[in-house]
Structure formats: C-alpha cells, structure tokens
C-alpha cells in the first residue's frame, strides 16, 4: 500500500481510497475509526484524553474523544463522505498498568472507550465493532478499500475486526 498515512498520538486524519490509516502504541488512548462505505472515506483519531471540558489547555481537539469525533466527522465530510453512511469501530482504551486505588481518575482507558461509545451514539454513528479495554498496547490499521480495521498486539496476535 503506498498511501499509508501515519495518526500520531493527539492526532486524526482523513484519508480516501487508495489508502490506509496508521496509529501505532495505544495504550490507554482509543482509536477511533470512521469509514464511510459509499465513498470510501476513512477516518482517524488518536485520542488521550475523554473530555475537553475537564481541562484547561484544551485547543487540540484531537487530543479529546469529545472534540475529536465531531471534528473528524466534518473532516469526512468535506473529503466526500455522507454523514449518514460513516460507521465506526474503536481499538485501545486498555489499562496499562495496576493500580491499588479504584479512583475514576486512574481508569483512563476505561473512561475513553465510554466517551467515544457516548459521542457516537450522540452523533447516530453504528458502532460496528471494538478491541478495547484489557492491559495491552495496540497498533492499528485503518484499510480504506473496505473498512477493515486490523489490530496488531505483542504477543496477542493480530485479527480484523
């Protein structure tokens, strides 16, 4: 493939057939994958954070699962995606490391993966599929011939989602 285009960390592309989106390491942070079948359009957002509103430094709306999707939707759009065909799937969110207190403030992951599922049913975006959560990293693929999303761990394999 030789449009491969990287997603950095706080980060979102658009991209159209011929092409493939690329995030690599997420640990705690979800990727969010659009894709809108009709035209091929893909999109996706690498994002650290749930909620932009929590946060004072807050102008990358990549940065937050919040702003992120809702950006990333327009972004769509405007590359020739209909709002109404995008479907999504989600990858990341894990919980890196033990923690011995239960405070909602340590389960980053956790908490992205409910905002993402929260902002896309909002939006009226299918959640068609998701490898989230668990205590491991991700890389992800983003194919926009057909939407398949393949998530590649260390030591889990790799598998199409």
Known sequence: MSNKIMVGMADMKVSKHPGMLVTLGLGSCVGICLYDPSSKVAGMAHCMLPDSTQIVNNENVAKFVDTAVIRLVNDMAR??????????????????????????????GD?????????????????????VRENYGRTIELHTDDGRLTVKTIGKGTKVI
């Open 79 to 108: 590359a020739g995606a209909n709002k109404r065909s995008i479907v999504a799937k989600l990858a990341g969110g894990a919980q890196m490391f033990a923690f011995t207190s239960t405070t909602d403030t340590l389960r980053i």
């Open 111 to 131: 908490r992205n993966v409910d905002a993402a599922v929260k902002v896309l049913k909002q939006l009226n975006i299918p959640l068609k599929s998701m490898d």
